[in-house]
């Protein structure tokens, strides 16, 4: 039968562990009091809301989308012109940019998240994107949208079409009437103000 033999250690007094476990208990309390003091960004914590919603899909980018009407059928791509009423809101509600009628926009035209957000969306179907600062207007913003803003878009896909066939009919309906350059139906040309993929318009142009 072997023998352990242990090295002895000193008491503790009773009135150090005392101190010990007080001075632990501070100092967990006062890392929680920094983490509730440190400040929080708006953008941030919308989309771990978000991530938390029923509905709610992050892809691999950051951007964020719920399907409000399922589309049928094929989906653009970055060289096709979508078809499209939206409505641009910023994360406190403001709106500071929507459709007055069906708007044609290039995919491949419009800020990042717009247009990753289009190539996800069948014809017919209604969309809702989150678009995070550096998927949309980054540090710089755009007219009436500050920097790092964190942009919701309502988007309505109503059809597509081949960019080179759009630009094609463009130019038959100059040459057969004259006008001014601009998309078939008198609607405004890719990259105009307003759109997405350019400096958007104020509410209620």
Avoid: C, H
């Avoid at 069948?122 to 550096?134: A, E, L, N, V």
């Avoid at 540090?139 to 109503?158: Q, R, Y």
């Amino acid at each position: 039968m072997s023998t352990v033999t242990a090295v002895p250690i000193a008491p503790v007094k009773r009135g150090y562990l005392v101190w010990l476990w007080i001075g632990i208990a501070v100092a967990v309390l006062a890392a929680a009091a920094l983490a509730w003091a440190a400040p929080t960004d708006p953008v941030t914590s919308v989309l771990a809301k978000n991530r938390s919603q029923p509905g709610v899909v992050e892809t691999a980018s950051g951007l964020q989308y719920k399907v409000i009407r399922p589309g049928t059928g094929a989906k653009p791509t970055d060289t096709d012109v979508a078809l499209v009423n939206y409505e641009g809101r910023l994360n406190d509600g403001t709106v500071f940019d929507k459709s007055q009628q069906p708007t044609p926009m290039p995919v491949g035209g419009v800020v990042p998240g717009f247009a990753e957000g289009l190539k996800l969306m069948p014809k017919g179907s209604k969309y809702r994107f989150w678009i995070k600062p550096s998927l949309g207007y980054g540090a710089k913003g755009a007219g009436p949208i500050p920097a790092n803003s964190l942009l919701v878009f309502d988007v309505e896909l109503l059809d597509f079409l081949p960019e080179a066939y759009i630009r094609q009919l463009q130019m038959q309906q100059q040459m057969q009437q004259g006008g001014a350059p601009g998309m078939p139906g008198g609607a405004p040309a890719p990259g105009a103000p307003g759109m997405p993929g350019g400096a958007p318009a104020p509410t209620g142009r």
